[in-house]
């Protein structure tokens, strides 16, 4: 990236995201990164967000608040943009797990689409992900939705 493409792909301000906001971003650009989210990646996202203690006092109104707010970056700048703010705001800790949540989500319609293959791309890159580990977390998500 070049110096004025950092000056002009900033985020801007009200972009940037929370860790939860950033977490839920990844699978919801993932989701919605062949221009449609499937029931089955909506409720991938849902389920994987409900088992995770970061959310444990996020109420229905939070919940709203959070998905209004990335899916208004989603519809306006679309998937790579709101990866990019998500990576962004997002602990190290919780990186492999954002990407192995991504990766399921992106099998969960059976169909994985040019398009997620390069979201999935983008984020074992901007997470820093290692080429083997990615592989790994894909190939075990692969034998997991083939059920």
Known sequence: MGLFDKIFKAVPEEDK??????????ALAMAGADGSIAQ??????????????LYDNFSGPAFDKMFDKLFR???N???SALVACSVEGLP???KL????????IALADGVVEDEEKEIIN????????PEATAVSIIEVLIIKNKA
């Open 122 to 129: 983008q984020l074992a890159e901007s997470l820093q992900i």
């Open 73 to 75: 970056i989603l519809k």
């Open 97 to 104: 797990t954002a990407f192995a949540c991504a990766v399921d």
């Open 92 to 94: 190290e800790d919780m």
């Open 77 to 79: 700048q679309g998937a």
């Open 40 to 53: 089955s990646e909506w409720d991938g996202i849902c389920a994987y967000l409900r088992r995770l203690r």
């Open 17 to 26: 995201l929370s860790k939860q906001e950033s977490f839920a971003g990844i």
